[in-house]
Nanobody, 120 residues
Framework: QVQLVESGGALVQPGGSLRLSCAASGSIVSINSMGWYRQAPGKERELVASMTKSGNSNYADSVKGRFTISRDNAKNMATLQMSSLKPEDTAVYYC??????????????WGQGTQVTVSS
């Protein structure tokens, strides 16, 4: 079984910064991609940023230039550094990982989510 645990969500003022972390644990051989998604009330879950094992990253247009995703492959961790936060960034942020298990299968895994609220 694989688990993703997120941390770092908080209430922050507009223009502020926040750092989210995601740690994967369990029967992991490797992690192909790790990413962050978010879901605001009444909206669908959307991709925020993702990064492949080789380091190629992808960002939603709405966060380009403000958010930075990074990975530590040795520790099976991913981090989302968020700056210049806006009220519209308010959402539950979920970590996602495509994990290769010891069985050889790939498993799409989600964390439980962490709340980010941007408000004055």
């Amino acid at each position: 079984q694989v688990q993703l645990v997120e941390s770092g969500g908080a209430l922050v003022q507009p223009g502020g910064s926040l750092r989210l972390s995601c740690a994967a644990s369990g029967s992991i051989v490797s992690i192909n991609s790790m990413g962050w998604y978010r879901q605001a009330p009444g909206k669908e879950r959307e991709l925020v940023a993702s990064m492949t094992k080789s380091g190629n990253s992808n960002y939603a247009d709405s966060v380009k230039g403000r958010f930075t995703i990074s990975r530590d492959n040795a520790k099976n961790m991913a981090t989302l550094q968020m700056s210049s936060l806006k009220p519209e960034d308010t959402a539950v942020y979920y970590c996602n990982a495509v994990v290769r298990l010891q069985s050889g299968r790939f498993q799409d895994t989600w964390g439980q989510g962490t709340q980010v609220t941007v408000s004055s």
